[in-house]
């Protein structure tokens, strides 16, 4: 007879219901903005600080891409995670995450623990966040050397395109191969 797991994942909608009530219990909008990597926007703050915003017109996720993230991160056994950064118009401004990073993570952290679906959530504050829509702002974020961040483990909008397109997140082999095979491409079109 098999053993039986330490954790079973509820249903999207199950963690939904919990996140919603979560939220409602400590006066925080249940209105939901989901993003992704592609979304953050962490600017510089004087010398030694950070400020983080978000944008989703520049790089809109495309629909039920929470859903998506939520079945890809349920394939591993990793702890996953909820989190809120902020408010914005009366949205919750939130993230998915997914790494062994948070299996120390506690309310210490500001994370509510539910081990037996090896889920936390992060409810943060009623602190308001900027959604930044100019462009330059955008461009100008700080994508590399930015501070380690509970917020590193999110998914990344170019790996939900990757599971709508391919039904799996691509390797870093394929995606090496797609950049010669398009690279490859040109050169014989030039050739015509």
């Given at each position: 007879?098999a053993?039986?797991?330490?954790?079973?994942?509820?249903?999207?909608?199950?963690?939904?219901?919990?996140?919603?009530?979560?939220?409602d219990?400590?006066?925080?909008?249940?209105?939901?903005v989901?993003?992704?990597?592609?979304?953050?926007?962490?600017?510089?703050?004087?010398?030694?600080?950070?400020?983080?915003?978000?944008?989703?017109?520049?790089?809109?996720?495309p629909?039920?891409a929470?859903?998506?993230?939520?079945?890809?991160?349920c394939?591993?056994?990793?702890?996953?995670?909820?989190?809120?950064?902020g408010?914005?118009?009366?949205?919750s401004?939130?993230?998915?995450?997914?790494d062994?990073?948070?299996?120390?993570?506690?309310e210490?952290?500001?994370?509510?623990?539910?081990d037996?679906w090896?889920?936390?959530?992060?409810?943060?504050?009623?602190?308001?966040?900027?959604?930044?829509?100019?462009?330059?702002?955008?461009?100008n974020?700080?994508?590399r050397n930015?501070?380690?961040?509970?917020?590193?483990?999110?998914?990344?909008?170019?790996?939900?395109?990757?599971?709508?397109?391919?039904?799996?997140?691509?390797?870093?082999?394929?995606?090496?191969?797609?950049?010669?095979?398009?690279?490859?491409?040109?050169?014989?079109?030039?050739?015509?």
């Amino acid at each position: 007879m098999a053993s039986l797991p330490k954790f079973a994942r509820p249903t999207f909608e199950q963690s939904l219901e919990v996140w919603r009530k979560l939220l409602d219990d400590r006066n925080l909008p249940t209105e939901l903005v989901w993003i992704y990597d592609e979304n953050l926007v962490f600017e510089r703050d004087g010398e030694s600080g950070f400020r983080l915003g978000y944008q989703t017109h520049f790089t809109p996720p495309p629909p039920e891409a929470e859903r998506i993230t939520f079945d890809y991160f349920c394939e591993f056994e990793a702890r996953m995670a909820y989190y809120r950064l902020g408010s914005n118009r009366g949205r919750s401004v939130c993230l998915m995450l997914c790494d062994v990073w948070f299996e120390g993570k506690d309310e210490t952290d500001g994370y509510v623990r539910k081990d037996d679906w090896l889920m936390s959530f992060h409810p943060g504050t009623g602190n308001e966040i900027e959604e930044i829509r100019d462009e330059e702002r955008w461009r100008n974020r700080i994508v590399r050397n930015r501070p380690l961040h509970d917020l590193d483990f999110c998914m990344t909008l170019r790996g939900v395109h990757e599971m709508l397109a391919h039904g799996r997140v691509l390797t870093t082999y394929e995606h090496y191969a797609l950049k010669l095979l398009g690279a490859w491409r040109r050169i014989l079109r030039e050739q015509r």
